[in-house]
Protein backbone atom coordinates (compact mmCIF):
# COMPACT_ATOMS: atom_id res chain seq x y z
CA UNK A 1 0.00 0.00 0.00
CA UNK A 2 0.96 3.78 0.23
CA UNK A 3 3.29 5.24 2.95
CA UNK A 4 -0.39 6.28 3.99
CA UNK A 5 -1.26 3.03 4.85
CA UNK A 6 1.72 1.67 5.73
CA UNK A 7 3.42 0.64 9.26
CA UNK A 8 6.74 -0.48 9.97
CA UNK A 9 6.48 -0.81 13.85
CA UNK A 10 5.88 -3.84 15.98
CA UNK A 11 2.77 -4.97 17.90
CA UNK A 12 2.42 -7.38 21.21
CA UNK A 13 -0.81 -9.39 20.03
CA UNK A 14 -2.61 -7.83 22.97
CA UNK A 15 -2.42 -4.52 20.67
CA UNK A 16 -2.38 -6.20 17.17
CA UNK A 17 -3.85 -3.42 14.34
CA UNK A 18 -6.86 -4.93 14.18
CA UNK A 19 -7.66 -4.75 18.13
CA UNK A 20 -6.28 -0.86 18.03
CA UNK A 21 -8.78 -0.59 15.07
CA UNK A 22 -11.67 -2.24 17.36
CA UNK A 23 -11.08 0.20 20.16
CA UNK A 24 -10.88 3.10 18.36
CA UNK A 25 -14.22 2.13 16.37
CA UNK A 26 -15.51 2.21 20.18
CA UNK A 27 -14.16 5.23 21.30
CA UNK A 28 -14.13 7.72 18.82
CA UNK A 29 -18.37 8.13 18.86
CA UNK A 30 -18.33 7.50 22.27
CA UNK A 31 -16.01 10.41 22.89
CA UNK A 32 -17.90 12.13 20.14
CA UNK A 33 -21.06 11.74 21.49
CA UNK A 34 -20.32 11.73 25.27
CA UNK A 35 -18.94 15.62 24.54
CA UNK A 36 -22.16 16.69 22.30
CA UNK A 37 -25.06 15.40 24.95
CA UNK A 38 -22.86 17.34 27.37
CA UNK A 39 -22.79 20.01 25.38
CA UNK A 40 -26.66 20.05 24.68
CA UNK A 41 -27.40 19.58 28.12
CA UNK A 42 -25.45 22.94 29.17
CA UNK A 43 -27.62 24.68 27.48
CA UNK A 44 -31.22 22.40 27.37
CA UNK A 45 -32.56 24.75 30.19
CA UNK A 46 -32.72 27.73 27.07
CA UNK A 47 -34.46 25.93 24.82
CA UNK A 48 -38.38 25.88 24.45
CA UNK A 49 -40.11 22.63 25.94
CA UNK A 50 -40.40 21.35 22.56
CA UNK A 51 -37.39 21.63 20.27
CA UNK A 52 -38.09 21.61 16.37
CA UNK A 53 -36.30 18.71 14.76
CA UNK A 54 -37.44 18.21 11.56
CA UNK A 55 -38.12 20.94 8.69
CA UNK A 56 -39.69 21.05 5.22
CA UNK A 57 -39.73 23.90 2.43
CA UNK A 58 -41.81 26.44 4.92
CA UNK A 59 -40.14 25.63 8.62
CA UNK A 60 -40.40 23.41 11.34
CA UNK A 61 -42.67 20.25 11.17
CA UNK A 62 -41.28 18.01 13.60
CA UNK A 63 -40.72 18.53 17.18
CA UNK A 64 -39.40 16.74 20.25
CA UNK A 65 -39.40 17.55 24.08
CA UNK A 66 -36.25 19.10 25.05
CA UNK A 67 -35.61 16.14 28.01
CA UNK A 68 -36.01 13.46 25.33
CA UNK A 69 -34.10 14.79 22.74
CA UNK A 70 -30.91 14.00 24.92
CA UNK A 71 -31.61 10.25 24.35
CA UNK A 72 -32.12 11.05 21.28
CA UNK A 73 -28.39 12.37 20.44
CA UNK A 74 -27.19 9.62 22.81
CA UNK A 75 -28.52 7.17 20.66
CA UNK A 76 -28.12 8.67 17.22
CA UNK A 77 -24.22 9.25 18.06
CA UNK A 78 -23.73 5.34 19.04
CA UNK A 79 -25.83 3.09 17.13
CA UNK A 80 -25.89 4.17 13.38
CA UNK A 81 -21.97 5.03 13.08
CA UNK A 82 -21.15 1.78 15.33
CA UNK A 83 -23.18 -0.73 13.43
CA UNK A 84 -21.96 0.00 10.24
CA UNK A 85 -18.02 0.78 11.11
CA UNK A 86 -18.29 -2.80 12.66
CA UNK A 87 -19.59 -4.88 10.08
CA UNK A 88 -16.75 -3.31 7.77
CA UNK A 89 -14.43 -3.50 9.94
CA UNK A 90 -15.43 -7.57 10.50
CA UNK A 91 -16.15 -8.31 6.86
CA UNK A 92 -12.44 -6.38 5.68
CA UNK A 93 -10.55 -5.85 9.05
CA UNK A 94 -7.51 -7.64 7.59
CA UNK A 95 -6.28 -4.35 5.44
CA UNK A 96 -5.31 -1.33 7.14
CA UNK A 97 -6.87 0.86 4.36
CA UNK A 98 -10.10 -1.06 5.29
CA UNK A 99 -9.79 -0.36 9.02
CA UNK A 100 -8.76 3.30 8.68
CA UNK A 101 -12.18 3.63 6.50
CA UNK A 102 -14.33 1.75 8.94
CA UNK A 103 -13.00 4.02 11.62
CA UNK A 104 -12.96 7.25 10.01
CA UNK A 105 -16.52 6.59 8.69
CA UNK A 106 -17.71 5.45 12.29
CA UNK A 107 -15.90 8.95 13.90
CA UNK A 108 -17.26 10.71 10.75
CA UNK A 109 -21.00 9.82 10.84
CA UNK A 110 -20.70 10.18 14.60
CA UNK A 111 -19.93 13.62 14.36
CA UNK A 112 -22.63 14.22 11.65
CA UNK A 113 -25.55 12.76 13.20
CA UNK A 114 -24.94 14.64 16.63
CA UNK A 115 -23.32 17.85 15.08
CA UNK A 116 -26.55 18.30 13.59
CA UNK A 117 -28.94 17.70 16.59
CA UNK A 118 -27.05 19.68 18.72
CA UNK A 119 -26.34 22.83 16.40
CA UNK A 120 -29.92 22.73 15.59
CA UNK A 121 -31.02 22.92 19.03
CA UNK A 122 -28.61 25.85 19.71
CA UNK A 123 -29.92 28.31 17.68
CA UNK A 124 -32.93 27.62 19.16
CA UNK A 125 -32.10 29.49 22.45
CA UNK A 126 -34.08 31.54 24.09
CA UNK A 127 -37.01 31.01 21.87
CA UNK A 128 -40.84 30.58 23.27
CA UNK A 129 -41.79 28.32 20.50
CA UNK A 130 -39.80 25.72 19.04
CA UNK A 131 -41.77 26.63 15.51
CA UNK A 132 -40.10 30.19 15.54
CA UNK A 133 -36.46 28.13 15.28
CA UNK A 134 -34.90 29.25 12.01
CA UNK A 135 -34.12 26.88 8.85
CA UNK A 136 -31.04 24.03 9.78
CA UNK A 137 -28.91 24.84 6.39
CA UNK A 138 -25.47 26.94 8.56
CA UNK A 139 -26.02 23.25 11.33
CA UNK A 140 -26.49 21.05 8.21
CA UNK A 141 -22.96 22.75 6.60
CA UNK A 142 -21.08 22.36 9.69
CA UNK A 143 -21.82 19.23 10.58
CA UNK A 144 -20.82 17.75 7.10
CA UNK A 145 -17.55 19.89 6.78
CA UNK A 146 -16.75 18.60 10.79
CA UNK A 147 -17.99 15.32 10.06
CA UNK A 148 -15.16 14.88 6.78
CA UNK A 149 -12.08 16.34 9.08
CA UNK A 150 -12.71 14.05 12.25
CA UNK A 151 -13.55 11.11 9.52
CA UNK A 152 -9.79 12.21 8.25
CA UNK A 153 -8.25 12.55 11.47
CA UNK A 154 -9.54 9.23 12.89
CA UNK A 155 -9.09 7.19 10.52
CA UNK A 156 -4.81 7.72 11.05
CA UNK A 157 -4.99 6.85 14.57
CA UNK A 158 -5.41 3.45 13.05
CA UNK A 159 -2.59 1.54 12.00
CA UNK A 160 -2.11 0.83 8.32
CA UNK A 161 -0.87 -2.33 6.66
CA UNK A 162 2.14 -3.40 8.69
CA UNK A 163 5.00 -3.61 6.35
CA UNK A 164 5.75 -7.06 5.16
CA UNK A 165 2.22 -8.75 6.75
CA UNK A 166 1.44 -8.73 2.81
CA UNK A 167 4.48 -9.53 1.17
CA UNK A 168 4.66 -12.43 -1.15
CA UNK A 169 7.36 -15.42 0.07
CA UNK A 170 7.07 -17.65 -2.91
CA UNK A 171 8.44 -16.84 -6.52
CA UNK A 172 5.43 -15.82 -8.79
CA UNK A 173 4.16 -19.43 -10.06
CA UNK A 174 5.51 -20.99 -13.39
CA UNK A 175 2.22 -20.61 -15.36
CA UNK A 176 1.93 -17.45 -14.77
CA UNK A 177 0.97 -14.63 -17.65
CA UNK A 178 4.13 -13.05 -18.24
CA UNK A 179 5.57 -10.49 -20.98
CA UNK A 180 9.25 -10.57 -22.98
CA UNK A 181 11.16 -8.39 -21.19
CA UNK A 182 15.25 -7.78 -21.81
CA UNK A 183 17.71 -7.19 -19.02
CA UNK A 184 17.75 -3.66 -18.33
CA UNK A 185 14.24 -3.06 -20.18
CA UNK A 186 12.01 -0.75 -18.81
CA UNK A 187 7.54 -0.85 -19.24
CA UNK A 188 4.76 0.79 -17.98
CA UNK A 189 1.13 0.00 -18.94
CA UNK A 190 -1.30 2.62 -17.84
CA UNK A 191 -5.39 2.38 -18.20
CA UNK A 192 -8.51 5.01 -17.52
CA UNK A 193 -11.09 3.01 -16.13
CA UNK A 194 -14.57 4.95 -15.60
CA UNK A 195 -18.66 3.98 -15.35
CA UNK A 196 -20.45 4.07 -18.56
CA UNK A 197 -22.89 6.55 -20.31
CA UNK A 198 -25.94 5.74 -17.69
CA UNK A 199 -24.33 6.19 -14.18
CA UNK A 200 -23.02 9.97 -15.67
CA UNK A 201 -26.27 10.78 -16.76
CA UNK A 202 -28.07 9.50 -13.60
CA UNK A 203 -25.97 11.49 -11.93
CA UNK A 204 -26.05 14.79 -14.28
CA UNK A 205 -29.54 14.02 -13.02
CA UNK A 206 -29.11 14.00 -9.30
CA UNK A 207 -26.72 17.13 -9.55
CA UNK A 208 -28.98 19.11 -11.79
CA UNK A 209 -32.20 18.01 -9.26
CA UNK A 210 -30.32 19.97 -6.52
CA UNK A 211 -30.92 23.08 -8.79
CA UNK A 212 -34.43 23.22 -7.67
CA UNK A 213 -34.04 22.38 -3.80
CA UNK A 214 -31.67 25.27 -3.90
CA UNK A 215 -34.47 27.68 -5.58
CA UNK A 216 -37.55 26.12 -3.44
CA UNK A 217 -35.98 26.74 -0.08
CA UNK A 218 -33.40 29.55 -0.95
CA UNK A 219 -30.63 27.18 0.97
CA UNK A 220 -27.98 28.18 -2.24
CA UNK A 221 -24.69 27.58 0.58
CA UNK A 222 -26.09 24.12 1.65
CA UNK A 223 -27.17 23.14 -2.32
CA UNK A 224 -23.70 24.50 -3.19
CA UNK A 225 -21.85 22.34 -0.55
CA UNK A 226 -23.59 19.59 -1.50
CA UNK A 227 -22.93 19.15 -4.96
CA UNK A 228 -19.22 19.58 -4.26
CA UNK A 229 -19.62 16.82 -1.64
CA UNK A 230 -20.97 14.78 -4.40
CA UNK A 231 -18.58 15.91 -7.16
CA UNK A 232 -15.25 15.18 -4.90
CA UNK A 233 -15.99 11.64 -3.84
CA UNK A 234 -17.27 10.60 -7.55
CA UNK A 235 -14.48 11.70 -9.08
CA UNK A 236 -12.36 10.42 -6.49
CA UNK A 237 -14.11 6.87 -5.95
CA UNK A 238 -15.76 6.10 -9.18
CA UNK A 239 -12.75 7.26 -11.99
CA UNK A 240 -9.68 5.36 -11.79
CA UNK A 241 -6.14 5.36 -13.35
CA UNK A 242 -4.07 2.30 -13.03
CA UNK A 243 -0.64 1.92 -13.40
CA UNK A 244 1.68 -0.76 -13.79
CA UNK A 245 5.50 -0.27 -13.73
CA UNK A 246 8.49 -0.34 -11.33
CA UNK A 247 7.17 0.82 -8.32
CA UNK A 248 4.24 -1.90 -8.91
CA UNK A 249 0.78 -1.34 -9.19
CA UNK A 250 -0.68 2.15 -8.54
CA UNK A 251 -4.95 2.78 -8.55
CA UNK A 252 -5.12 6.62 -8.26
CA UNK A 253 -9.00 8.75 -8.25
CA UNK A 254 -9.77 10.98 -10.90
CA UNK A 255 -8.69 13.52 -9.17
CA UNK A 256 -4.98 12.03 -8.74
CA UNK A 257 -6.28 11.31 -5.38
CA UNK A 258 -6.55 9.23 -3.21
CA UNK A 259 -3.62 6.61 -3.92
CA UNK A 260 -3.53 2.99 -3.37
CA UNK A 261 0.04 1.26 -4.29
CA UNK A 262 0.46 -2.41 -4.07
CA UNK A 263 4.24 -2.80 -4.72
CA UNK A 264 6.18 -5.32 -6.61
CA UNK A 265 7.05 -7.48 -2.94
CA UNK A 266 3.54 -8.06 -1.84
CA UNK A 267 2.68 -9.62 -5.44
CA UNK A 268 1.76 -13.26 -5.25
CA UNK A 269 0.00 -13.44 -8.89
CA UNK A 270 -1.62 -11.26 -11.60
CA UNK A 271 -3.88 -13.03 -13.12
CA UNK A 272 -7.08 -12.13 -15.38
CA UNK A 273 -10.55 -12.21 -13.82
CA UNK A 274 -13.05 -14.11 -16.20
CA UNK A 275 -15.88 -12.09 -15.10
CA UNK A 276 -15.96 -8.84 -11.89
CA UNK A 277 -19.72 -8.23 -10.92
CA UNK A 278 -19.75 -5.32 -9.07
CA UNK A 279 -23.03 -6.46 -7.25
CA UNK A 280 -22.50 -9.62 -6.81
CA UNK A 281 -18.87 -9.64 -5.70
CA UNK A 282 -18.71 -6.13 -4.16
CA UNK A 283 -22.37 -5.02 -3.55
CA UNK A 284 -21.77 -1.50 -5.82
CA UNK A 285 -19.74 0.43 -7.99
CA UNK A 286 -16.66 2.22 -7.73
CA UNK A 287 -13.75 2.08 -4.78
CA UNK A 288 -15.01 -0.89 -2.59
CA UNK A 289 -14.53 -3.52 0.45
CA UNK A 290 -15.24 -7.22 -0.25
CA UNK A 291 -15.32 -10.31 1.76
CA UNK A 292 -11.98 -12.06 2.75
CA UNK A 293 -10.02 -9.24 2.31
CA UNK A 294 -10.53 -8.15 -1.05
CA UNK A 295 -10.23 -4.53 -2.07
CA UNK A 296 -12.51 -3.65 -5.66
CA UNK A 297 -11.73 -0.55 -8.15
CA UNK A 298 -14.63 -1.97 -10.15
CA UNK A 299 -16.72 0.25 -12.84
CA UNK A 300 -18.40 -2.24 -15.21
CA UNK A 301 -19.40 -5.92 -14.80
CA UNK A 302 -16.91 -8.23 -16.95
CA UNK A 303 -13.36 -8.99 -17.27
CA UNK A 304 -10.72 -7.59 -15.29
CA UNK A 305 -7.32 -7.84 -13.71
CA UNK A 306 -7.09 -10.02 -10.00
CA UNK A 307 -3.42 -9.44 -7.71
CA UNK A 308 -2.94 -11.52 -5.00
CA UNK A 309 -1.14 -10.40 -2.63
CA UNK A 310 1.09 -12.74 -0.14
CA UNK A 311 -0.93 -12.65 2.77
CA UNK A 312 -3.72 -13.79 0.41
CA UNK A 313 -5.96 -10.81 0.42
CA UNK A 314 -6.73 -9.51 -3.63
CA UNK A 315 -7.11 -6.63 -5.97
CA UNK A 316 -9.96 -6.60 -8.40
CA UNK A 317 -10.36 -4.21 -10.92
CA UNK A 318 -12.43 -3.95 -14.39
CA UNK A 319 -10.28 -3.13 -16.74
CA UNK A 320 -10.13 -3.15 -20.56
CA UNK A 321 -7.10 -5.82 -22.18
CA UNK A 322 -6.13 -6.80 -18.27
CA UNK A 323 -3.91 -9.92 -19.59
CA UNK A 324 -0.98 -7.27 -20.19
CA UNK A 325 -1.36 -5.68 -17.11
CA UNK A 326 -1.10 -8.77 -15.36
CA UNK A 327 1.48 -10.24 -17.59
CA UNK A 328 3.69 -6.93 -17.07
CA UNK A 329 2.96 -7.32 -13.35
CA UNK A 330 4.05 -11.00 -12.88
CA UNK A 331 7.18 -10.38 -14.56
CA UNK A 332 8.55 -7.44 -12.75
CA UNK A 333 7.30 -8.96 -9.75
CA UNK A 334 9.70 -12.03 -10.85
CA UNK A 335 12.21 -9.50 -11.61
CA UNK A 336 12.16 -7.18 -8.24
CA UNK A 337 12.28 -11.19 -6.31
Known sequence: MTSSHDDTREYPDRWSPQRRAWLALFLWPLVITAAGVLWYLSFKHQLPEQVATHWSRRGPDGFTHRDTLAWIVGVMGLTMPLLIGAVILAIAGRDGA??????????????????????????????????????VEWPLVVSLVASVIVGVLAAFTVPGTVRGQTRASAPVPDGALRTRLAAGERAVWSRFIAPGRWFWILMGFVLLSLIPVGFLSGAWVFTTIMVILVLLP????????????????????????????????????????????????????????????????????????????????SWMITVDEPEEGAALLNTLADRAR
Open 98 to 135: HRRTAVGFTAGLAVFNVGLMVLASWEQRGLADGALARD
Open 234 to 313: LLGFSVFRVTVGETGLMVRGGLGFPRWHLPLEDVAEARVAAEIDPMGHFGGWGYRIGLHGKTGFVVRKGPGLEVERGDGT
